[in-house]
């Protein structure tokens, strides 16, 4: 219901403050509030949403009579089921439209259904995947331990074999052959003769030496 009451400022103005008629109605997925504000035009009401969750609506317009001007603020909460963020508004035949519509709960993936709805006996079916993957991997991994230790023995043979046969191949090289035989045995011969001649000599030389030494004494 509108109201009248009169408030003089100091630029010497006198305004006459009144309360719009505010009607609402709802319809589906929103919200319509109508203000009815006769004698105004568009440009004379200013419509805001603030961070607190309200709509503000005030304008003013001059009268005829004098300096004085008739003026409006209302506050209006946006309801809790409606999008602030979404909030329109259209001022036509000295009507002022505020249109806030409703939020709009997004719709559930199928995915989504199913995760929520899961049967129980989902959670110990995958524990029982993950310790099965568990076992192999610990299976796979000694078997893969056993074949790098295979590996090495295998290999451990092969340098044992290859030694062996360059030890083979040396003692090859090493056998005498008949005429290398007889050439050092010859050559034994030799050193074996020159060794008693030699012997022989010292022992004549020590007899010399003797028997001077008698006849002199």
Excluded at 33 to 51: A, M, S
Excluded at 191 to 206: F, M, P, Q
């Amino acid at each position: 219901m509108e109201t009248t009451r009169f408030s003089p400022t100091a630029n010497g103005r006198s305004y006459e403050d009144f309360d719009p008629l505010c009607k609402w109605r709802r319809e589906e997925g929103r919200d319509i509030l109508e203000v009815h504000l006769p004698g105004f035009r568009r440009e004379q009401v200013k419509v805001q949403v603030n961070h607190l969750g309200f709509i503000v609506i005030s304008g003013e317009r001059a009268l005829m009579e004098g300096n004085r001007w008739k003026r409006f603020k209302k506050e209006i909460e946006i309801p809790t089921h409606c999008n602030s963020n979404a909030v329109s508004a259209r001022f036509m035949q000295s009507i002022l439209t505020v249109v806030m519509p409703k939020q709009v709960n997004r719709p559930v993936s199928h995915m989504e259904q199913e995760r929520t709805t899961a049967p129980e006996y989902e959670q110990p079916r995958k524990e029982e995947e993950t310790a099965a993957s568990v076992a192999k991997m610990e299976f796979t991994e000694r078997n893969r331990t056993r074949e790098e230790t295979k590996s090495k023995f295998t290999a451990g043979d092969e340098i044992v074999k290859q030694d062996m046969d360059e030890l083979e191949t040396e003692t090859d090289d090493a056998k005498l052959t008949p005429e290398a035989t007889r050439e050092v045995a010859l050559k034994v011969f030799v050193v074996v003769i020159v060794v008693l001649l030699i012997a022989s000599y010292v022992t004549d030389v020590c007899k010399s030496i003797v028997a001077d030494s008698y006849f002199l004494s």
